[in-house]
């Protein structure tokens, strides 16, 4: 099982900024666990590109075996 992923730990930690802000009406809290949560989302989107850049490259480098063969 894999652990919590640092986009999960930016989510996780905003919520708990975000509702701390609204029990003591800390706009700053809120602002900065919305931002946190936006760190985790971009985390997410680069992760998933990344992802994404290694299948391609994967399968061109498959593309480029087969013809060695």
């Known amino acids: 099982m894999e652990g919590p992923t640092m986009s999960n730990t930016d989510d996780l930690k905003g919520r708990t900024k975000e509702a701390a802000g609204d029990l003591t009406d800390n706009d ?5 666990g919305k931002a ?34």
């Open 36 to 69: 946190d949560r936006a760190e985790g989302k971009v985390k997410d989107l680069v992760d998933g590109a990344r992802d994404k850049a290694g299948d391609v490259a994967d399968k061109v480098r498959d593309v480029f075996d087969g013809d060695k063969k």
């Open 28 to 32: 700053r809290l809120k602002r900065e």
